[in-house]
């Protein structure tokens, strides 16, 4: 039998990853370029069908066949694969992107969002394999998550659960872009972190080297997300939280403050369950995800 693969596409505000994917979660090719939302939607869909023909190409080349593919975008993603809203990539508003893909490629083709798809990849092949319930957040340019409950990922009645960096953690704090304000994004994310035209990246090597106030940044974060954290472990009784995206990078930094208040903010047989780990597939937990749940589209 011709063996079976999946191409699964992590389209990011910033980046374009695509992966040619085993059912094991093997990737055997790979593509990343900037996705540059500013040069149109006509553009991005031809840059991605161009990868996605390449990618074909070299599933062809080694004697397997491409079966399906699935898309990870940053926004609210219906259950019918039309994408509702996209603050970093405004121009997928309103497209039926999966019935596009599908069109265009003849594959079978499903649309998630990308905070979903980096849990589903995390469940399947990385830190969460042993765990039925948990919750995978991806703390970068914003605050997302993916909540998978019982061994399945739990998206809401419309496709808009998980929206973990809009949970308040400030009444009156600070707006954000939502419409709220005090939302946990604005304490915790990358652009928290960095401050006005820094780096997160940044402010964690000062950290590192022993640097207070850059030390005082990341305890800040690491409070507020224990804060919210302790809001859904109290609600869910989760076996484990994932922390994902770039910042999980800085996780040592963060985990002191964040399990404090966690530890003092939960019931003891919740909180004493949970298990908060960073993941374990980086960069390539959106394309596993994708590749997991486009093979899920052919079974
Ligand atoms: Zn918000």
Redesign the pocket.
Known sequence: MTRELCIGVDLGGSNLRMALVDRQGSVLARSAEPTLPAAGLDSLLSRLLAGVGRLQGEATRIGARTVALAVGVPGLVCSDGVVRASVNVPGLEGVPLARELSLATGLPVAALNDANACAVGEKRYGAGRDYRSLIALTIGTGVGAGLILDGKLWTGADGAAGEF??IPVEPEGRP?????RG?L??YASAGAIAGEGGDAAVVANRARLGDAAALAVFAEAGRYLGIAMAGVVNLLNLEAVIVCGGVARSFDLLAPALLRELDSRTFSVAGGRVRVEPGMLGDDAGVLGAAATAFETVL
Request: one cysteine or more.
């Open positions: 960096g809009h954000c872009g939502c419409g709220s939302c994004e604005q």
